[in-house]
């Protein structure tokens, strides 16, 4: 098993401290000590890196990373990106070793610059520019606003250094040879280098915050070993530029899988909170007994529904991550996988933590109790490694036009395989219909259906994976349940189920988990990171309040009461 299920930093000082009670740079300065910890914990070489062993994805999926996305946005570029892309040239490049082992010290942070402010996910047409000198070396150049690198944190201002890989557009003697990456030096323990500008960007709302910048570069003088080559001398124009492209990004469809990882425990961990509290929380009924708020089907519904889809994840997850390591399935199977993966885990996400926000009162919203903030940084995971819609367009409409095609589960196999198949072959015939992919109903009929379609496919290939698996029927049904809710009129259309149907049906599967509900909670194996939570029992939340700044004292009132009633 290549998931891991727990954490063995769960109850560290560092993953224990009350982050709310930090400042914003603080809280900054903690996460890169977190980045740190978890390296030295999990002990990773270069070679698990780049051949993404089972260390390695033990590591990117450990469940105390969902508790600080900016520690997992950090190592996913840190780790997946920056020594992941060099890691292929070692053997050829000797003289990457020793920056190689700085990185997984963290020793120095690897930054990865790909995406500028003005192009977004159309990083194909970048603009920073790397033009060769006499000497071998390289001028690398920003040449205005727009091609400035956006996001990573380039600031000089936490006592670390930095080094990124750029991505540049080669220039030499005005011939355009594609885009390369770069390691170039940023900053040290103190400043930035010489002809580099960093920007901090502003938080971003309600986040696990990171020093995000924007970075400029002013002719900065780079030396021949800078390009990342196996054969740096001998450069030439790609004879298929997008292919070569993707050659040097090969480590994207990595980025993308990965991402769902953390929102995938992001779910577990929300649905035990939201259980806990609802088991916990009673009210008083109108024959003065107490009741807990999980007896109304209200509560339970979004519990249930959360609990379900979580453990289906967790089995299909975890398949996708073998299949992405087999490299006999050609690569743009593999990123179609790491996108209906990424696609069909955070859309649940964003769908499902809202709801059991809603389920836990005023105390829900605040950050210490876990959900609004993962909330928040989940929406970040619609938008890195790829921005979800740009990819499930892409991917829908390479399907349509026949480039390649997904092994599904046959459509009798079950309900929700019989509507990803269904919603192909609709948009299927559509296509026939037009006057092809670049036919302006193309655009406006078919292209909005990109998520729902790929969705589906995730749900069809979850749903089969954990049958295989002989995950309990109970827990099954309530997947399939939640899964009707998000397409509700094709399967009264289609399926043959009525709007009185699905509502009973969701009942009939409620009723079918409630018995063991207890044994399903502990198989989320998200205790001990949630066993200290304030939100998570009496005794904890007034053991945290406890701790909060109190207001006392001894004025005297010198207000009047005005008695109006007087006046009239």
């Not at 159309?122 to 070396?137: L, P």
């Not at 920003?142 to 557009?169: C, D, N, Q, W, Y």
Request: glycine fraction near 6%; proline fraction near 5%.
């Amino acid at each position: 098993m290549v998931f891991n299920t727990r954490s063995t930093l769960a109850r560290h000082p560092l993953f224990t401290v009350q982050v709310e009670r930090l400042s914003a740079d603080e809280r900054v300065a903690l996460t890169y000590k977190r980045a740190k910890l978890l390296l030295q914990t999990h002990n990773l070489s270069a070679l698990d890196v780049q051949h993404c062993s089972e260390r390695f994805w033990r590591f990117y999926t450990d469940p105390v990373l969902s508790y600080d996305i900016g520690t997992f946005t950090l190592l996913l570029a840190h780790v997946g990106l920056a020594i992941g892309t060099l890691s292929r040239h070692l053997e050829a490049r000797p003289d990457f070793r020793s920056l190689v082992e700085d990185f997984l010290r963290f020793d120095k942070v690897g930054l990865f610059m790909l995406t500028e402010r003005g192009h977004g996910t159309d990083s194909f047409n970048i603009e920073t520019t790397a033009t060769c000198i006499a000497d071998g070396g390289y001028i690398l150049h920003t040449p205005r606003e727009e091609a400035s690198k956006f996001m990573p944190s380039s600031s000089p201002i936490f006592g670390i250094p930095k080094v990124a890989l750029v991505m540049a557009r080669l220039l030499e003697n005005g011939n355009d040879l594609g885009c390369r990456y770069f390691v170039v030096p940023i900053c040290n323990e103190k400043e930035m280098f010489r002809g580099i500008t960093s920007i901090r960007l502003p938080p971003r709302s309600g986040t696990s915050p990171m020093d995000n910048c924007i970075t400029y570069f002013n002719h900065v003088r780079l030396p021949p070993t800078a390009l990342v080559s196996s054969t740096p001398f001998q450069i030439a124009a790609p004879s298929n530029p997008l292919a070569a492209w993707w050659d040097e990004n090969w480590r994207i469809q990595l980025g993308t899988l990965l991402v769902a990882g953390p929102l995938l425990h992001g779910i577990k961990i929300s649905a035990y909170i939201a259980a806990v509290y609802s088991m916990n929380r009673c009210i008083t009924d109108r024959q003065n007994v107490r009741r807990p708020i999980f007896d109304f089907r209200t509560q339970q519904w979004p519990i249930a529904s959360a609990v379900a889809v979580s453990l289906v994840y967790e089995i299909w997850y975890a398949e996708v991550i073998r299949e992405s390591s087999n490299l006999d399935v050609p690569r743009p199977i593999r990123h179609a996988m790491a996108v209906i993966a990424k696609t069909t885990i955070v859309k649940s996400f964003l769908r499902i933590t809202p709801e059991l926000v809603e389920r836990l009162g005023a105390q829900g919203t605040f950050e210490t109790n876990f959900i609004a903030r993962m909330q928040n940084d989940g929406v970040g995971g619609a938008i890195g490694e790829g921005e979800l819609m740009g990819l499930c367009i892409r991917l829908l409409s390479e399907l349509l036009l026949g480039r390649y095609t997904i092994n599904l589960p046959p459509p009798h196999e079950s309900l929700l395989s019989r509507h990803a198949h269904s919603l192909l072959d609709e948009n299927k015939r559509l296509l026939s219909q037009l006057g092809g992919h670049r036919d302006t109903q193309f655009n406006s009929i078919i292209l909005p259906q990109s998520q729902i379609v790929v969705e589906a496919m995730g749900h069809a290939l979850a749903y089969s994976a954990a049958r295989k698996a002989k995950l309990a029927q109970p827990l099954l049904d309530m997947f399939e349940c939640a899964v009707i809710r998000r397409d509700s009129a094709w399967y009264s259309e289609v399926g043959d189920l009525s709007r009185l149907d699905q509502r009973m049906r969701e009942a009939k599967a409620i009723e079918s988990m409630l018995p063991d509900m207890k044994t399903y909670l502990s198989n989320l194996n998200v205790e001990d990171l949630v066993d200290s939570i304030p939100i998570s029992s009496d005794e904890n939340w007034k053991r945290y309040a406890a701790g909060l700044t109190a207001h006392s004292g001894n004025a005297a009132s010198e207000e009047k009461v005005v008695n109006v009633m007087a006046r009239l």
